[in-house]
């Protein structure tokens, strides 16, 4: 079990294509705040479809969009 396995369900529940979401959300929806781990874990967002796109550090977004 991941530590963003709750991230992962809610990226795939929520759908479309594309999903933008602050690093404010990402910790509510995860119970965790991004850090430097996040990199590593990204890869298993693709078994449930989706993959992270650009992570802004500047806007402090991170963008998911579906395979």
């Known amino acids: 079990m991941s530590k963003y396995d709750a991230l992962w369900q809610y ?3 929520r759908g479309g294509d594309e999903l933008v979401l602050s690093f404010a959300e ?3 929806i995860a119970g ?3 850090d430097h781990s996040f990199l590593r874990y990204k890869k298993e967002l ?3 479809g989706y993959q992270v ?3 802004s550090l500047k806007n ?3 963008a998911f969009k579906r395979i």
Do not use: D, L
Request: aromatic share 6%; no cysteine.
């Open 60 to 62: 402090e977004t991170v």
């Open 46 to 48: 693709t078994a449930y």
């Open 11 to 13: 990226v795939r529940e």
């Open 26 to 28: 990402v910790q509510e």
């Open 32 to 34: 965790v705040a991004i």
């Open 53 to 55: 796109g650009k992570i």
